[in-house]
């Protein structure tokens, strides 16, 4: 069975850093890309960031140069670096992989950005 579990959430104030990690258990072979999503509340979740084949990166527009997006292939781990983070930033936090050709999701990791 294939787990998902992100850490490093947790209260920073605006203007801060906080970096998550997300690894990967279980039974895989290959992992295709590994992907940040968040979803505040009463919004949909958008995908802020994705690494694909370990050197391929994407941002979306409101976190490129702030976040950073990096994987450890020997650990199965990606981490999301965020800096000089927002009250909008605040979000619950999903790590998303497409391993062996499916889709799995962590349970999120909430992310609270005080002013």
């Known amino acids: 069975q294939v787990q998902l579990v992100e850490s490093g959430g947790g209260l920073v104030q605006a203007g801060g850093s906080l970096r998550l990690s997300c690894t990967v258990s279980g039974c895989i072979f290959d992992i295709n890309r590994m992907d940040w999503y968040r979803q505040a509340p009463g919004k949909e979740r958008e995908l802020v960031a994705s690494i694909i084949r370990g050197s391929s990166t994407n941002y979306t527009d409101s976190v490129t140069g702030r976040f950073t997006n990096s994987r450890d292939n020997a650990k199965n781990t990606t981490y999301l670096q965020m800096n000089s983070l927002k009250a909008e930033d605040a979000a619950v936090y999903y790590c998303?992989?497409?391993?062996?050709?499916?889709?799995?999701w962590g349970k999120g990791i909430l992310v609270t950005v005080s002013s």
């Open positions: 998303g992989v497409v391993a062996d050709g499916m889709g799995y």
